[in-house]
């Protein structure tokens, strides 16, 4: 990367950076280089299959060497490369010496043979003619149908089993893959399997090494152990290991514990990745359920996943209407069960039904799904209870956007969150309108739950499993004051439901305005405890599902009330969303500086958060190539000041459209 004047180094000397506090220079051209930054090293990882990238970066006459990967950056200090050129010619020889891997290319990814991708293309023309030809898949499974995107070269990797067996598949363009350049930063593909001889759907993604026991190869074999129905068929899975068989993981981590190293200066805590691969059977997203029955027969079995997975132990952390899945035959044709996919962030239940302490304390999930709790407290434990929470927020988005419907949608119960100071950090929280929507408070009083869904047995299913949340949520927000127990929440009474809804509620239709008596207030406490226990069961959902589903004395599903999507994707909108969220990147927080010399500028850390790799120009840090260069060619430790990992690389997030919701939008 080559800028015109020294102005547009974006960071400080080592003796600078001391005084400042911060590595990174904050004044606008900075900023604007370290994003420029950012996007080159993004784009490598992007269109290239990479475990790390080297940046030369070159401003008027002093350079600096970066070296970046998925848990953060290494930055040398700057040198006069004029007056003293040895560091920058050491750097040339020595990358242009250097094997594929220590440059950075994943090498476990080769090209195939011609005929290797004759038979991948004619595998995915078959599954897309199969399944009604491209304009029905743009519209149902929007993504699948730019597979053979000539824009992309074709790829072969093979998948060692950690469980599971070999896999050896033929890749294309991504079906979807994060622009993070730090974090797991996952991409998947659809893949033609040449062990299988069959399309397969393939994950890739820089799983947490500090989190082995909890990895998604982990969650699958556990679930494949002991049967657990409605999980994926898992073909392979595992963690990946290079040619030479060591480990694929970050670097960056390590330099940052170099903490009694001379040029160590500060550090801000780094996670160490590994790159994991998943190979499993390729399953339908909700687009592609033709009718609410099929929708809420999805809903239940992930209810059911749910309930036995946690019987074992384990807990989701990630139902979303993108995890929630349906698996057809072969042809697409005929609906089979549905399945909750991706484990990538689950976590082990505790004897109180909460994740253990075992796991970061970071929120997990998706934004618009998560609970009211998680939302609200960034330091609650994850439960049973979120979960069953997750699934009706799931039911009801997926209701408003992909089934027949005219209601007045309130996305902000979904997308709502603000910033608040917890614990002296700024964490974002949310949950308010999602309290709201269950207490049918005045500002949500003019909004029904259910007015404008045309399925009418749906709408009462949505209502019934509501008035549950409803009840204690009504009687959450009462408090004692003055010894007795006052209502927080102002609320409606139960009014105006259907037959149906009224038939399934199994308590008293009493609200808030009706009147209790001083034994019924005195008994809120125990009865709220017991309201929180039959929440937290699954099965207490599945029978609510069961009913509604087979019982035609509450109403009859209708063949077919699958809509379009009533908030598809827009390229040209999400584009610009991803360029603005670009232009927000901020490079912020501690960094480490590495300085093994005093005859140039010391160095300091570029914040990201991903793998080194190599932008095919620049070099890691003298020590950094004196791991992956020849002897001759290694630096004598004052030839060159190196920096290690610095800050984490943070984006901040905006919403251009709640159609942005699938993955990890927030």
């Known amino acids: ?22 590595f990174e220079k904050t004044d606008f051209i900075s900023i604007e ?10 784009d490598l990882f992007l269109y290239q299959h990479r475990t790390h990238v080297f940046v030369l970066f070159i401003a008027g006459n002093v350079a600096r060497f970066i070296r970046l990967d998925r848990a953060g950056a290494c930055v040398s200090s700057s040198f006069d490369y004029v007056q003293h050129p040895k560091p920058l010619a050491q750097f040339l020889w020595s990358y242009s010496n250097m094997s594929s891997a220590h440059r950075g290319w994943d090498t476990t990814v080769v090209e195939p043979s011609s005929d290797e991708v004759d038979d991948f293309h004619a595998a995915i023309n078959d599954w897309i003619t199969r399944h009604g030809g491209v304009e029905v898949l743009k519209q149902r499974f929007p993504g699948v149908e730019s597979t053979l995107d000539e824009d992309y070269p074709t790829y072969k990797l093979t998948v060692e089993p950690e469980f599971g067996k070999r896999q050896e598949l033929v890749i294309q363009r991504p079906f979807s893959q994060s622009c993070n350049l730090i974090g797991h930063s996952t991409r998947t593909y659809i893949a033609y399997s040449q062990t299988e001889k069959t399309v397969v759907f393939y994950k890739e993604s820089w799983r947490v090494d500090a989190e082995k026991d909890t990895s998604e190869a982990t969650a699958y074999r556990k679930l494949s152990e002991h049967n657990v129905p409605h999980t994926p068929t898992v073909f392979c899975a595992g963690d990946v290991y290079s040619v030479g068989g060591e480990l694929v993981h970050t670097e960056t981590n390590i330099w940052a514990r170099k903490t009694e190293a001379e040029w160590f200066v500060q550090s801000s805590a780094l996670e160490a990745h590994v790159l994991h691969r998943i ?3 390729l ?8 009718s609410s029955r099929q929708f809420v027969t999805v809903m239940r079995d992930c209810t059911i996943a749910s309930e036995k997975s946690s019987e074992i132990g384990l807990l989701h952390r990630d139902i979303s209407i993108g995890n929630v899945m349906a698996n ?3 042809d697409g044709r005929t609906f089979i069960e549905g399945i909750l996919n991706d484990w990538d962030h689950f976590g082990y239940v505790s004897s109180n039904n909460q994740v ?5 304390n970071l929120k997990q999930g998706t934004w618009p799904f998560m609970s009211i709790e998680i939302l609200k407290n960034p330091n609650a434990l994850h439960s049973i209870m979120d979960e069953m929470q997750s699934i009706f927020w799931v039911l009801l988005y997926g209701t408003y956007r992909f089934f027949d419907n005219n209601a007045d949608i309130i996305w902000d119960v979904f997308f709502d969150r603000k910033k608040k100071h917890v614990e002296g950090k700024e964490e974002f929280v949310g949950g308010n309108p999602k309290t709201f929507f269950f207490l049918q408070t005045d500002e949500f009083i003019s909004h029904s739950r259910t007015n404008g869904i045309t399925t009418r047995v749906l709408g009462d299913l949505v209502e019934s499993m509501a008035l549950h949340w409803q009840r204690y949520y009504y009687i959450q927000g009462w408090w004692p004051m003055h010894g007795e127990w006052r209502p927080l929440h102002g609320g409606s009474a139960y009014h105006g439901l259907s037959d149906a809804v009224r038939a399934v509620a199994s308590f008293p239709l009493k609200g808030l305005r009706d009147g209790w008596t001083n034994e019924e207030i005195d008994r809120l406490p125990a009865v709220l405890e017991d309201i929180k226990e039959k929440l937290s069961k699954p099965q207490f959902w599945i029978t609510i599902f069961d009913r509604f589903l087979n019982d035609e004395t509450l109403g009859v599903w209708p063949g077919s009330d699958a809509v379009p999507d009533k908030l598809p994707p827009q390229d040209e909108v999400e584009a610009t969303n991803i360029m603005a969220v670009l232009e927000e990147q901020v490079w912020e927080g501690e960094i480490v500086s590495i300085d093994m010399g005093e005859s140039y500028d010391h160095s300091e850390s570029l914040s990201a958060d991903s793998d080194y790799g190599d932008s095919g120009l620049s070099t890691a840090s003298a020590p950094a190539r004196k791991k992956h260069a020849r002897d001759d060619d ?19 997030q905006r919403i251009a459209s709640p159609a942005s919701s699938s993955g990890d939008p927030l």
């Not at 290694?634 to 901040?652: H, M």
Request: charged fraction near 25%.
């Open 1 to 22: 990367m080559f800028k015109v004047s020294e102005l547009a180094d974006p960071f400080y000397s080592l003796a600078e950076a001391r005084q400042h506090g911060s």
């Open 33 to 42: 280089t370290l994003v420029q930054l950012a996007r080159c090293g993004r």
């Open 279 to 281: 190979v499993q059977r």
């Open 283 to 290: 399953y339908y997203p909700v687009q592609w359920l033709l």
């Open 328 to 330: 057809f035959t072969d």
């Open 356 to 360: 253990g302490s075992i796991h970061r």
């Open 634 to 652: 290694d630096l004598e430790d004052g030839d060159i000041n190196t920096s290690g990992p610095s800050s984490r690389f943070r984006k901040r």
